[in-house]
C-alpha cells in the first residue's frame, strides 16, 4: 500500500520539465509573446511604492522579516511569496470609545408631582381611582450594566461619556507580532484607566476643574501598559469628547449644578463689593486722617506761636509793667476802634466820660 503523500523525485521533475518545454513548443509565437508579458506582470507584481509617512514589513513564505523599509521603492517577491504590511507610521490613528455613551434623552425629574388636568380630575371622580398615575413615565429609566457602559466617582455618582484615543505605530515589527485584535486590547486599556482616574475623584472636579487631568493621567497609564506589553505603539493623546451624568438624572444634576454656580457667582459678587467699599471707605478714612493731622499740626504750630509771644511778653511785662499794659491797652484799643464806624465823645464836665461805638456793616453781621 503505498503512502498517501509520496515524494516527488527528481525523474519525476524532470517529467513535468519535459512537458511543460512540450507545450511551449506547440504553442504559437503569439501565444508565447502573450504568456512572456504575463510572467513578466507577475514578476514585477513584487515591486510596490511606499508612500511619505509610511513604512513597511515583508512576510515572506509567512516568515515575518525584521527588515523595516523606509518610503521609496520597495522590490519583492510576487504572491504567494512576499506579502508587503504598510503602516502609516507618519501620522495618529485615531481609535473611538464609544462604550460608555449616553442611553436616552435628557429627562425630568421622574418624582416630580404632575398637576392633573381638569378633565383628569372629573375621571378619576367618576372612576373613584385615587391611585392614578402620579409620575410620568420614560424609556431607559435604568441602566443595565450588562447593557449600558458607565463606571463610578469618588462620590459613588454615575458617570458616562465618550472618548477618542490618539496612537502612533512606534515600532512596526512588534505592533504586527502583537496580534491582529490589537486596537480592542488598547480600548480596554483606555478604558481601565479611564476608570482609576474618575474613581479617584469627585464628579465635579471631573467635569470641571480635572477634566485635562483625568485624560491627561489616563494617556499616561494606558502607554506604561502598551510599553509594558510592548505593542509597538505610542499613545498621542486621550481625547474626551463628552463626560456626563446619565440623561436620567441630568436634569437633576443640572439643576445642583446651577444653585452652586449661582452661589459661587453670589459670592464672588459679595467679595467684589466688599473689596471695592472697603477702598472706598479706606480712602476716605484716610483723607479724613490727613486733614486732622494737618489740623492738629497747625493748631499745635499756633499754640506754640502764642506761648513763645507770651512768654516774650511776660519777660518784658517784669522789666516795665507799666510800658506794658500801656502798650497791650492802646494796641487793644486800636483793634476796637479800627472795627467801627463812628464814634461820639461827652462833654468832659460830666464825671465819667462816655464813648457810644457803632460797629462797621461787616463787623455788624
Known sequence: ????????????????????????????????????????????????????????????????????????????????????????????????????????????????????????????MNSRDVEGAKYPTYDHTTLNPLDHGYTLTLDTNVIQGQFNLRYRIDDPFRYTIAGDRIEILLARLSYRALTAQLARRRIDASLTDDRRDVAAEATKQVQAEASRLHLGVRITGLDIRALSPPAQVLAAFEEVTNARQFAKTMFENARQYDAETRTKFEGEAASILFRAEGYATGLVESAKGEASSFTSLLGNYRLNPQLVSQRLLRETLDGVMGQVSSRTLLPMQQARPTVILEPAPEFAR
Do not use: C
Open 1 to 124: 500500500m503505498k503512502p498517501a503523500h509520496t515524494p516527488i523525485s527528481l525523474r519525476d521533475e524532470g517529467h513535468v520539465v519535459e512537458a511543460l518545454l512540450l507545450f511551449l513548443k506547440q504553442l504559437t509565437a503569439h501565444a508565447r509573446w502573450v504568456f512572456a508579458a504575463l510572467l513578466l506582470l507577475y514578476a514585477v507584481s513584487g515591486i510596490h511604492t511606499i508612500q511619505p509617512q509610511q513604512t513597511a514589513l515583508v512576510r515572506r513564505l509567512g516568515r515575518l522579516q525584521p527588515h523595516l523599509h523606509q518610503p521609496g521603492l520597495l522590490v519583492g517577491l510576487p504572491r504567494p511569496f512576499d506579502e508587503v504590511l504598510l503602516f502609516e507610521t507618519g501620522k495618529d490613528t485615531s481609535l473611538p470609545l464609544d462604550a460608555w455613551a449616553l442611553i436616552g434623552t435628557k429627562i425630568g425629574d421622574p418624582d416630580k408631582q404632575i398637576e392633573p388636568t381638569n378633565e383628569e380630575l372629573i375621571q378619576q
